[in-house]
């Protein structure tokens, strides 16, 4: 089972720009999706974007200010948050889910998952 360690969080000011990574233990690129989601406080844990062979695939609140990519030679995934809100303020965790593809990731129950990072905390102040 691969696991992934998540880092890059921090606290930032509403308009600022903040950049996550996931690290793999094994590579990922050509046998999983590797997602974010984030959890607020009291929410529930929700998507925000994916990344597989398929290609990637995002929530609809951060599709023009997110970008997810990958660094294969690292087996690292990033997600590169621009015009960070106070509404993105939440942990920020990492998952991968063995065979999907992103677009399947977005839809999935969450217990779906083959692993789950510890996540990340960001912080956005107004």
């Known amino acids: 089972q691969v696991q992934l360690v998540e880092s890059g969080g921090g606290l930032v000011q509403a308009g600022d720009s903040l950049r996550l990574s996931c690290a793999a233990s094994?590579?990922?690129?050509?046998?999983?999706?590797v997602g974010w989601f984030r959890q607020a406080p009291g929410k529930e844990r929700e998507f925000v974007a994916a990344?597989?062979?398929?290609?990637?695939y995002y929530t609809d609140s951060v599709k023009d200010r997110f970008t997810i990519s990958r660094d294969n030679a690292k087996n690292t995934v990033y997600l590169q948050m621009n015009s960070l809100k106070p509404e993105d303020t939440a942990v920020y965790y990492c998952a991968a889910a063995f065979g999907e593809t992103a677009q399947a990731m977005g839809v999935m129950a969450h217990y779906a998952m083959d692993s789950w990072g510890k996540g990340t905390l960001v912080t956005v102040s107004s």
């Open positions: 094994e590579r990922t690129w050509d046998t999983y999706a």
């Open positions: 990344i597989s062979w398929s290609g990637t």
